[in-house]
Protein backbone atom coordinates (compact mmCIF):
# COMPACT_ATOMS: atom_id res chain seq x y z
CA UNK A 1 0.00 0.00 0.00
CA UNK A 2 1.44 3.28 -1.02
CA UNK A 3 2.53 5.83 1.81
CA UNK A 4 -0.38 8.79 0.96
CA UNK A 5 1.08 12.59 0.93
CA UNK A 6 -0.91 13.20 4.60
CA UNK A 7 1.15 10.51 6.07
CA UNK A 8 4.22 11.58 4.87
CA UNK A 9 3.60 15.60 5.79
CA UNK A 10 2.73 13.55 8.88
CA UNK A 11 6.04 12.15 9.14
CA UNK A 12 8.10 15.24 8.19
CA UNK A 13 6.43 17.42 11.20
CA UNK A 14 7.33 15.07 13.55
CA UNK A 15 11.35 15.02 12.62
CA UNK A 16 13.26 16.45 15.39
CA UNK A 17 14.56 19.63 13.11
CA UNK A 18 16.59 22.15 15.33
CA UNK A 19 18.42 23.83 12.49
CA UNK A 20 17.29 24.88 8.83
CA UNK A 21 17.64 22.86 6.21
CA UNK A 22 18.26 24.08 2.13
CA UNK A 23 17.03 21.13 0.04
CA UNK A 24 17.48 22.29 -3.66
CA UNK A 25 16.07 20.42 -6.52
CA UNK A 26 17.60 20.83 -9.76
CA UNK A 27 14.56 20.33 -11.93
CA UNK A 28 11.85 22.25 -13.51
CA UNK A 29 9.44 19.50 -13.15
CA UNK A 30 9.88 19.13 -10.00
CA UNK A 31 9.34 22.51 -8.76
CA UNK A 32 6.39 22.76 -11.07
CA UNK A 33 5.12 19.80 -8.86
CA UNK A 34 6.59 21.53 -5.34
CA UNK A 35 5.02 24.94 -6.95
CA UNK A 36 1.48 23.20 -7.52
CA UNK A 37 1.23 21.27 -5.24
CA UNK A 38 2.06 24.05 -2.37
CA UNK A 39 4.51 22.14 -0.64
CA UNK A 40 6.40 24.75 0.78
CA UNK A 41 3.58 26.32 2.98
CA UNK A 42 2.73 22.75 3.85
CA UNK A 43 5.99 21.84 4.90
CA UNK A 44 7.89 23.08 8.55
CA UNK A 45 9.06 26.56 8.40
CA UNK A 46 12.89 25.24 8.73
CA UNK A 47 12.97 22.97 5.21
CA UNK A 48 13.63 25.57 2.57
CA UNK A 49 12.64 24.00 -1.01
CA UNK A 50 15.88 25.97 -3.47
CA UNK A 51 14.97 26.08 -7.19
CA UNK A 52 18.39 25.42 -8.48
CA UNK A 53 19.90 25.15 -12.43
CA UNK A 54 16.99 22.72 -13.53
CA UNK A 55 15.90 24.92 -16.70
CA UNK A 56 18.00 24.25 -19.96
CA UNK A 57 16.34 26.88 -21.83
CA UNK A 58 17.10 29.67 -19.18
CA UNK A 59 21.09 29.31 -19.28
CA UNK A 60 21.05 28.57 -23.14
CA UNK A 61 23.67 30.80 -24.23
CA UNK A 62 22.68 34.35 -25.41
CA UNK A 63 24.29 34.24 -28.60
CA UNK A 64 23.01 30.80 -29.34
CA UNK A 65 19.50 32.18 -29.75
CA UNK A 66 21.41 35.30 -31.57
CA UNK A 67 22.77 32.66 -33.54
CA UNK A 68 19.34 30.64 -34.19
CA UNK A 69 17.28 34.09 -34.83
CA UNK A 70 20.11 35.01 -38.05
CA UNK A 71 19.74 31.77 -39.29
CA UNK A 72 15.83 31.94 -39.11
CA UNK A 73 16.19 34.98 -41.24
CA UNK A 74 17.92 33.36 -43.92
CA UNK A 75 15.21 32.74 -46.63
CA UNK A 76 16.30 28.92 -47.54
CA UNK A 77 15.79 27.98 -44.23
CA UNK A 78 12.89 26.40 -41.84
CA UNK A 79 14.34 26.78 -38.42
CA UNK A 80 12.69 24.51 -35.22
CA UNK A 81 12.77 24.57 -31.76
CA UNK A 82 11.08 22.89 -28.92
CA UNK A 83 8.26 25.96 -28.43
CA UNK A 84 9.97 27.29 -25.07
CA UNK A 85 12.49 28.42 -27.06
CA UNK A 86 11.16 30.88 -29.44
CA UNK A 87 10.03 34.19 -26.77
CA UNK A 88 13.78 34.22 -24.80
CA UNK A 89 14.75 37.39 -25.38
CA UNK A 90 18.49 37.99 -26.67
CA UNK A 91 20.27 41.78 -25.99
CA UNK A 92 20.23 43.60 -29.11
CA UNK A 93 18.82 47.18 -29.50
CA UNK A 94 15.00 47.39 -29.17
CA UNK A 95 14.61 47.77 -33.17
CA UNK A 96 15.88 44.39 -34.15
CA UNK A 97 14.89 40.95 -34.18
CA UNK A 98 15.18 40.26 -30.48
CA UNK A 99 14.06 36.60 -30.11
CA UNK A 100 12.48 33.56 -32.97
CA UNK A 101 8.88 34.81 -32.26
CA UNK A 102 9.82 38.25 -33.54
CA UNK A 103 12.06 36.24 -36.54
CA UNK A 104 8.56 34.74 -37.03
CA UNK A 105 6.71 38.15 -37.22
CA UNK A 106 9.02 39.37 -39.72
CA UNK A 107 8.46 36.81 -41.68
CA UNK A 108 10.93 34.01 -40.66
CA UNK A 109 9.97 30.17 -41.44
CA UNK A 110 10.06 29.36 -37.69
CA UNK A 111 8.03 26.37 -36.16
CA UNK A 112 7.88 24.87 -32.62
CA UNK A 113 8.17 21.39 -32.24
CA UNK A 114 7.59 19.21 -29.43
CA UNK A 115 9.63 15.83 -30.52
CA UNK A 116 12.75 15.74 -32.98
CA UNK A 117 11.17 12.99 -34.93
CA UNK A 118 8.71 16.49 -36.38
CA UNK A 119 12.09 18.09 -37.37
CA UNK A 120 12.73 14.84 -39.41
CA UNK A 121 9.78 14.69 -41.21
CA UNK A 122 9.61 18.98 -41.76
CA UNK A 123 12.76 18.41 -43.59
CA UNK A 124 12.18 15.38 -45.78
CA UNK A 125 8.39 17.14 -46.67
CA UNK A 126 10.78 20.08 -48.02
CA UNK A 127 13.91 19.06 -49.22
CA UNK A 128 14.29 22.45 -51.37
CA UNK A 129 14.48 23.77 -47.89
CA UNK A 130 17.71 24.09 -44.66
CA UNK A 131 16.01 23.06 -41.70
CA UNK A 132 18.22 23.77 -38.49
CA UNK A 133 16.70 21.90 -35.27
CA UNK A 134 18.17 24.40 -32.40
CA UNK A 135 18.10 22.16 -29.71
CA UNK A 136 18.76 23.18 -25.95
CA UNK A 137 17.86 20.53 -23.30
CA UNK A 138 19.22 18.56 -20.12
CA UNK A 139 20.54 14.61 -21.02
CA UNK A 140 16.65 13.70 -20.97
CA UNK A 141 15.93 15.74 -24.08
CA UNK A 142 19.60 15.39 -25.48
CA UNK A 143 19.48 11.56 -25.44
CA UNK A 144 16.20 11.50 -28.16
CA UNK A 145 18.43 13.92 -30.14
CA UNK A 146 21.07 11.73 -30.25
CA UNK A 147 18.56 8.92 -31.06
CA UNK A 148 17.81 10.84 -33.73
CA UNK A 149 21.23 11.81 -35.44
CA UNK A 150 22.36 7.71 -34.96
CA UNK A 151 18.78 6.37 -37.25
CA UNK A 152 20.01 8.55 -39.89
CA UNK A 153 18.99 12.12 -41.09
CA UNK A 154 17.72 13.66 -44.08
CA UNK A 155 20.35 15.50 -46.02
CA UNK A 156 19.01 19.17 -45.33
CA UNK A 157 18.32 18.61 -41.66
CA UNK A 158 21.17 19.70 -39.47
CA UNK A 159 21.29 20.30 -35.46
CA UNK A 160 22.33 23.33 -33.34
CA UNK A 161 22.93 21.88 -30.21
CA UNK A 162 22.71 23.78 -26.91
CA UNK A 163 22.71 20.75 -24.53
CA UNK A 164 23.64 20.13 -21.84
CA UNK A 165 24.47 18.08 -18.37
CA UNK A 166 22.88 18.85 -15.61
CA UNK A 167 25.44 17.31 -12.84
CA UNK A 168 28.23 19.59 -13.64
CA UNK A 169 26.48 22.79 -12.49
CA UNK A 170 25.43 20.72 -9.20
CA UNK A 171 29.67 20.22 -8.70
CA UNK A 172 30.46 23.77 -9.64
CA UNK A 173 28.11 24.68 -6.70
CA UNK A 174 29.38 22.73 -4.71
CA UNK A 175 33.08 23.04 -5.32
CA UNK A 176 32.15 26.70 -4.30
CA UNK A 177 32.92 28.68 -1.19
CA UNK A 178 29.12 29.01 -0.38
CA UNK A 179 26.78 26.17 -2.15
CA UNK A 180 24.13 27.30 -0.69
CA UNK A 181 22.16 23.99 -0.02
CA UNK A 182 22.54 21.43 2.60
CA UNK A 183 20.98 18.68 0.65
CA UNK A 184 19.95 17.11 -2.67
CA UNK A 185 16.73 16.27 -5.01
CA UNK A 186 18.20 14.39 -7.75
CA UNK A 187 15.89 14.63 -11.06
CA UNK A 188 14.26 11.56 -11.64
CA UNK A 189 14.13 11.65 -15.47
CA UNK A 190 17.37 12.28 -15.90
CA UNK A 191 18.35 9.36 -13.97
CA UNK A 192 16.11 7.86 -15.73
CA UNK A 193 18.33 7.75 -18.62
CA UNK A 194 22.01 8.41 -17.49
CA UNK A 195 21.20 6.05 -14.39
CA UNK A 196 21.29 7.25 -10.44
CA UNK A 197 24.99 6.91 -10.26
CA UNK A 198 26.17 10.30 -11.25
CA UNK A 199 25.01 12.02 -8.10
CA UNK A 200 26.84 9.47 -5.80
CA UNK A 201 29.52 12.22 -6.32
CA UNK A 202 26.77 14.63 -3.82
CA UNK A 203 27.39 12.07 -0.88
CA UNK A 204 30.73 10.73 -1.29
CA UNK A 205 32.76 13.40 -2.25
CA UNK A 206 30.69 16.39 -0.47
CA UNK A 207 29.03 14.28 2.38
CA UNK A 208 25.31 15.76 1.71
CA UNK A 209 21.96 13.71 1.58
CA UNK A 210 20.58 13.03 -1.72
CA UNK A 211 17.42 11.36 -2.72
CA UNK A 212 16.30 10.84 -6.69
CA UNK A 213 12.36 11.93 -6.83
CA UNK A 214 10.09 11.43 -9.34
CA UNK A 215 6.93 13.95 -9.94
CA UNK A 216 4.30 13.24 -8.14
CA UNK A 217 3.79 15.30 -4.46
CA UNK A 218 4.49 12.25 -2.39
CA UNK A 219 7.50 11.12 -4.48
CA UNK A 220 9.45 14.72 -3.74
CA UNK A 221 7.89 14.35 -0.31
CA UNK A 222 9.30 10.75 0.63
CA UNK A 223 12.49 12.57 -0.98
CA UNK A 224 12.65 15.33 1.50
CA UNK A 225 12.18 12.80 4.26
CA UNK A 226 14.88 10.76 3.25
CA UNK A 227 17.23 13.31 2.99
CA UNK A 228 16.40 15.54 6.59
CA UNK A 229 16.53 11.61 7.70
CA UNK A 230 19.91 11.01 6.59
CA UNK A 231 20.98 14.45 7.79
CA UNK A 232 19.39 14.24 11.05
CA UNK A 233 20.66 10.69 11.34
CA UNK A 234 24.31 11.53 10.27
CA UNK A 235 24.25 8.77 7.90
CA UNK A 236 24.25 9.92 4.45
CA UNK A 237 23.46 7.53 0.79
CA UNK A 238 22.09 7.97 -2.24
CA UNK A 239 18.21 7.39 -1.55
CA UNK A 240 15.97 6.04 -4.70
CA UNK A 241 11.99 7.44 -4.21
CA UNK A 242 11.18 6.54 -7.96
CA UNK A 243 12.40 3.03 -8.13
CA UNK A 244 9.44 2.34 -10.69
CA UNK A 245 11.38 4.27 -13.38
CA UNK A 246 15.09 4.98 -12.51
CA UNK A 247 16.53 1.72 -12.80
CA UNK A 248 20.38 1.10 -11.74
CA UNK A 249 22.85 1.91 -14.67
CA UNK A 250 19.52 4.68 -16.49
CA UNK A 251 18.67 3.35 -19.82
CA UNK A 252 21.85 1.71 -21.27
CA UNK A 253 20.49 2.19 -24.92
CA UNK A 254 20.00 5.63 -24.48
CA UNK A 255 23.21 6.29 -22.81
CA UNK A 256 24.63 4.20 -25.97
CA UNK A 257 23.18 6.23 -28.60
CA UNK A 258 24.62 9.30 -26.32
CA UNK A 259 28.07 7.89 -26.58
CA UNK A 260 28.17 7.15 -30.68
CA UNK A 261 27.17 10.30 -31.21
CA UNK A 262 27.88 13.49 -28.59
CA UNK A 263 31.27 14.43 -26.86
CA UNK A 264 31.55 16.11 -23.69
CA UNK A 265 32.87 19.55 -23.42
CA UNK A 266 33.16 22.64 -21.64
CA UNK A 267 30.27 24.57 -22.14
CA UNK A 268 28.88 28.14 -21.44
CA UNK A 269 26.17 28.51 -19.31
CA UNK A 270 23.86 32.14 -19.71
CA UNK A 271 24.76 34.46 -17.19
CA UNK A 272 26.96 31.66 -15.32
CA UNK A 273 30.46 31.68 -17.17
CA UNK A 274 31.62 28.09 -18.48
CA UNK A 275 31.29 24.95 -16.79
CA UNK A 276 33.82 22.70 -17.38
CA UNK A 277 32.65 19.21 -19.34
CA UNK A 278 28.93 20.10 -19.26
CA UNK A 279 27.96 20.47 -22.61
CA UNK A 280 27.24 18.36 -25.51
CA UNK A 281 28.88 18.68 -28.77
CA UNK A 282 28.35 16.11 -31.86
CA UNK A 283 31.37 13.82 -32.94
CA UNK A 284 33.03 14.81 -35.80
CA UNK A 285 31.16 12.14 -37.68
CA UNK A 286 28.23 14.23 -37.81
CA UNK A 287 30.02 17.39 -38.95
CA UNK A 288 27.82 17.29 -42.29
CA UNK A 289 24.47 17.51 -39.46
CA UNK A 290 26.15 19.87 -37.37
CA UNK A 291 24.73 23.61 -38.15
CA UNK A 292 27.74 25.14 -35.82
CA UNK A 293 30.45 23.54 -38.60
CA UNK A 294 28.20 24.27 -41.48
CA UNK A 295 27.12 27.79 -40.57
CA UNK A 296 29.11 31.15 -40.56
CA UNK A 297 29.42 31.86 -37.02
CA UNK A 298 26.97 35.06 -35.90
CA UNK A 299 28.30 34.86 -32.46
CA UNK A 300 29.74 38.65 -32.43
CA UNK A 301 31.46 39.74 -29.02
CA UNK A 302 31.82 43.18 -29.75
CA UNK A 303 27.65 42.83 -29.53
CA UNK A 304 26.82 45.22 -26.02
CA UNK A 305 25.91 42.42 -23.92
CA UNK A 306 26.37 39.28 -25.78
CA UNK A 307 26.23 36.39 -23.35
CA UNK A 308 24.69 38.29 -20.51
CA UNK A 309 21.15 37.95 -19.39
CA UNK A 310 18.76 41.12 -20.16
CA UNK A 311 20.16 44.16 -17.96
CA UNK A 312 18.84 44.13 -14.67
CA UNK A 313 17.46 40.46 -14.87
CA UNK A 314 18.59 37.97 -11.89
CA UNK A 315 17.75 35.52 -13.92
CA UNK A 316 21.29 34.05 -13.20
CA UNK A 317 20.95 34.38 -9.68
CA UNK A 318 17.73 32.46 -9.90
CA UNK A 319 19.17 29.96 -11.77
CA UNK A 320 22.23 28.89 -9.17
CA UNK A 321 19.38 29.09 -6.42
CA UNK A 322 21.09 32.60 -4.55
CA UNK A 323 17.88 33.82 -4.34
CA UNK A 324 14.29 32.66 -4.73
CA UNK A 325 12.62 34.14 -7.97
CA UNK A 326 10.24 36.68 -6.09
CA UNK A 327 13.37 38.29 -4.96
CA UNK A 328 14.76 39.72 -8.15
CA UNK A 329 13.15 43.52 -8.77
CA UNK A 330 11.55 42.67 -11.69
CA UNK A 331 9.77 40.10 -10.47
CA UNK A 332 6.22 40.74 -10.82
CA UNK A 333 6.76 44.35 -12.02
CA UNK A 334 8.65 45.10 -15.56
CA UNK A 335 8.80 41.00 -15.57
CA UNK A 336 5.41 38.72 -16.50
CA UNK A 337 5.09 35.88 -18.26
CA UNK A 338 2.91 38.54 -20.76
CA UNK A 339 6.54 40.63 -21.29
CA UNK A 340 8.95 38.56 -19.93
CA UNK A 341 12.28 40.21 -19.46
CA UNK A 342 14.87 37.15 -18.61
CA UNK A 343 14.37 33.66 -19.59
CA UNK A 344 13.45 32.43 -16.29
CA UNK A 345 10.25 33.87 -16.92
CA UNK A 346 9.78 32.37 -20.23
CA UNK A 347 10.54 28.96 -19.67
CA UNK A 348 7.83 26.64 -18.60
CA UNK A 349 11.30 25.31 -16.84
CA UNK A 350 11.97 28.13 -15.29
CA UNK A 351 11.69 28.72 -11.76
CA UNK A 352 10.24 32.98 -12.41
CA UNK A 353 7.18 31.24 -14.54
CA UNK A 354 6.49 28.29 -12.00
CA UNK A 355 6.64 30.91 -9.17
CA UNK A 356 4.07 33.05 -11.51
CA UNK A 357 1.58 30.26 -12.36
CA UNK A 358 1.67 28.62 -8.77
CA UNK A 359 0.47 32.19 -7.61
CA UNK A 360 3.39 34.25 -6.41
CA UNK A 361 2.53 37.66 -8.15
CA UNK A 362 4.49 39.83 -5.80
CA UNK A 363 7.87 40.78 -5.42
CA UNK A 364 9.44 39.46 -1.67
CA UNK A 365 9.62 42.78 0.44
CA UNK A 366 12.42 41.33 2.55
CA UNK A 367 15.84 41.17 1.87
CA UNK A 368 17.22 37.59 0.41
CA UNK A 369 15.66 34.91 2.30
CA UNK A 370 18.52 32.50 0.84
CA UNK A 371 21.79 32.98 2.66
CA UNK A 372 24.56 31.31 2.41
CA UNK B 1 11.06 19.87 -20.97
CA UNK B 2 11.65 16.91 -18.91
CA UNK B 3 8.18 15.89 -18.58
CA UNK B 4 7.75 12.12 -19.23
CA UNK B 5 4.18 10.89 -20.16
CA UNK B 6 3.49 7.49 -19.31
CA UNK B 7 2.17 5.71 -22.32
CA UNK B 8 0.38 2.24 -23.56
CA UNK B 9 1.86 0.30 -26.67
CA UNK B 10 -0.74 -0.15 -28.99
CA UNK B 11 0.98 -1.55 -32.30
CA UNK B 12 4.79 -1.84 -32.81
CA UNK B 13 6.65 -1.68 -36.45
CA UNK B 14 10.43 -1.66 -36.22
CA UNK B 15 11.33 1.11 -33.70
CA UNK B 16 7.98 2.65 -34.52
CA UNK B 17 5.16 2.24 -32.30
CA UNK B 18 1.90 3.69 -31.63
CA UNK B 19 1.21 4.45 -28.06
CA UNK B 20 -2.03 5.44 -26.52
CA UNK B 21 -2.59 7.66 -23.22
CA UNK B 22 -5.85 8.08 -21.89
CA UNK B 23 -7.81 7.66 -25.37
CA UNK B 24 -5.10 9.89 -26.91
CA UNK B 25 -2.59 7.91 -29.57
CA UNK B 26 0.98 8.90 -30.47
CA UNK B 27 3.79 7.85 -32.86
CA UNK B 28 6.57 6.65 -30.57
CA UNK B 29 10.09 5.96 -31.49
CA UNK B 30 11.49 2.93 -29.10
CA UNK B 31 14.81 3.72 -30.45
CA UNK B 32 16.44 4.38 -27.14
CA UNK B 33 15.15 1.13 -26.01
CA UNK B 34 16.71 -1.17 -28.30
CA UNK B 35 17.98 -3.35 -25.29
CA UNK B 36 14.09 -3.82 -24.57
CA UNK B 37 11.51 -6.36 -26.03
CA UNK B 38 8.56 -4.38 -26.13
CA UNK B 39 5.14 -5.68 -27.33
CA UNK B 40 1.99 -4.16 -27.44
CA UNK B 41 -0.02 -4.25 -24.24
CA UNK B 42 3.95 -2.88 -22.58
CA UNK B 43 3.52 0.56 -21.12
CA UNK B 44 6.75 2.93 -21.43
CA UNK B 45 7.56 6.49 -20.68
CA UNK B 46 7.46 8.57 -22.87
CA UNK B 47 9.51 12.07 -23.48
CA UNK B 48 9.57 14.24 -26.57
CA UNK B 49 8.30 11.64 -28.43
CA UNK B 50 10.79 8.84 -27.50
CA UNK B 51 10.04 6.06 -24.89
CA UNK B 52 12.85 6.39 -22.33
CA UNK B 53 11.66 3.53 -20.04
CA UNK B 54 10.00 0.40 -19.77
CA UNK B 55 7.46 0.49 -17.26
CA UNK B 56 4.66 -1.76 -15.53
CA UNK B 57 1.24 -1.13 -15.84
CA UNK B 58 0.95 -0.51 -12.18
CA UNK B 59 3.79 1.88 -12.37
CA UNK B 60 2.26 3.76 -15.53
CA UNK B 61 -1.45 4.31 -13.46
CA UNK B 62 0.80 5.49 -10.55
CA UNK B 63 2.34 8.42 -13.09
CA UNK B 64 -1.25 8.85 -14.80
CA UNK B 65 -2.44 9.75 -11.03
CA UNK B 66 -0.19 11.96 -10.55
CA UNK B 67 -0.01 13.96 -13.61
CA UNK B 68 -3.82 14.28 -13.47
CA UNK B 69 -3.05 15.29 -9.95
CA UNK B 70 -1.03 18.24 -10.88
CA UNK B 71 -3.32 18.98 -13.86
CA UNK B 72 -5.89 19.82 -11.33
CA UNK B 73 -3.83 21.70 -9.49
CA UNK B 74 -2.65 23.57 -12.80
CA UNK B 75 -6.50 24.12 -13.67
CA UNK B 76 -7.26 25.39 -9.82
CA UNK B 77 -4.42 27.71 -9.76
CA UNK B 78 -4.81 28.65 -13.69
CA UNK B 79 -9.16 29.41 -11.64
CA UNK B 80 -8.10 31.72 -9.09
CA UNK B 81 -5.72 33.57 -11.25
Same mark, same amino acid.
Given at each position: ? =?????????????????????????????????????????????????????? =? %???????????????????????? $????????????????????????????????? $????????????????????????????????? +? /???????????????????????? /?????????? &?????????????????????????????? %??????????????? @????????? %????????????????? +?????????????????????????????????? $??? &?????? =????????????? /????? &?????????????????????????????????????????????? @????????????? | ?????????????????????????????????????????????????????????????????????????????????
Amino acid at each position: M =PISAQTWLQRLRELPLSSKTRIMNVCGGHERAIGMAGLRSALPASIELIPGPGC =P %VCICPEEDIYQAIQLALHERVILV $AFGDMLRVPVNVPKKEVRSLEQARAAGADVRPI $ASPREAVKIAREQPEKSVVFFAAGFETTIAPVA +G /MLAEGLPFNLSVLLAGRLTWPAVA /MLLASEAPGF &DALIAPGHVATVMGPEEWRFVVERHHLPAA %VAGFSPVSLLAATYS @VLRQRLEGR %VFLDNCYPEVVRPGGNP +GARRQLQAVMEIVDANWRGVGIIPQSGFALKAEF $AAH &DARRLW =PDYNDTARKRAGQ /MPPGC &DCARVVLGKIYPNECVLYGYACTPRTPVGPCMVSDEGACRIWWSSG @VREAARTQPVVSS | MCLGIAMQVVAVDGYNARCEAKGVQREVSLFLLQEELVQPGDHVLVHVGYAIQKITAQEARSTWEALDELLALEDAQAARA
